[in-house]
């Protein structure tokens, strides 16, 4: 016991030695605080969810045919086709017609990207004049939504700093160096679902030519960072 003793006694000052002037995080003056920040931007990427079935027209158009008249339908709109045109799935109902012997339906399902509000509308509105009336939005999402949230972030930091500072002149001292800086829990980006998109005006989109310009409820993004800087 007492060589252990021994052994501690002489190793504790060779390790404080070993860094001389350095202080562990925990051990420096320090204030924390947590800036926000927060951004709204208007959507330019909206996504929607076309299904076209022909069941829904008692198998007297076909898929196919569905699939031409829409195509040019959203070509007379406006829409580049080979673009903004995707198909995403493509059923039927074969296994119940065996079991059941019923007609055999097909369906599929399509996604078309718009860039604003007026746009959008006039896809609901004009895809149903042809009897195409499963059009809903998916998503809504902006072109340069990368550089958007990097931004939030930095102005985040930046609100931490400036929170920080005029803290800590209260107390008549200043803040050094960033010892620490976390991005806290954030969502980050609203609305991401469908249940949370809100279209203002929606009730008039099969109005007048003069109510075609939805507005689209503004995508939020807000980030939260704690930070620690050096008190001095």
Request: charged residues 30%.
């Amino acid at each position: 016991m007492k060589k252990l003793l021994l052994i501690l006694a002489t190793l504790i000052p060779l390790i404080a030695l070993g860094q001389p002037g350095e202080k562990n995080f925990i051990d420096q003056n320090y204030i924390e605080v947590t800036g926000k920040s927060e951004m709204e931007i208007t959507p330019d990427r909206i996504y929607l969810r076309v299904i076209l079935n022909e069941k829904d027209t008692k198998n007297k158009v076909s898929v196919p045919e569905l699939e031409t008249q829409m195509v040019d339908k959203l070509k007379e709109i406006g829409i580049d086709v080979d673009k903004n045109l995707f198909i995403k799935d493509i059923t039927s109902n074969f296994k119940f017609y065996l079991l059941a012997k019923k007609d055999i339906f097909l369906s599929k399902e399509y996604q078309v990207v718009v860039t604003d509000g007026k746009t959008a509308s006039r896809v609901f509105v004009e895809l149903e004049k042809i009897g195409i009336s499963n059009v809903s939005i998916e998503k809504l999402d902006h072109s340069k939504m990368e550089e958007f949230r990097k931004e939030t972030k930095v102005n985040a930091i930046k609100s931490a700093k400036q929170k920080a500072e005029f803290l800590a002149i209260a107390v008549d001292q200043n803040i050094g160096k960033a010892l620490y800086i976390q991005e806290l829990d954030n969502f980050g980006q609203f609305p991401r679902t469908t249940n949370s998109i809100m279209i203002r005006g929606k009730s008039s989109m099969y109005g007048s030519k003069a109510e075609l310009d939805v507005d689209f409820e503004k995508i939020k993004i807000e980030y939260s960072i704690l930070c620690r800087f050096e008190l001095k």
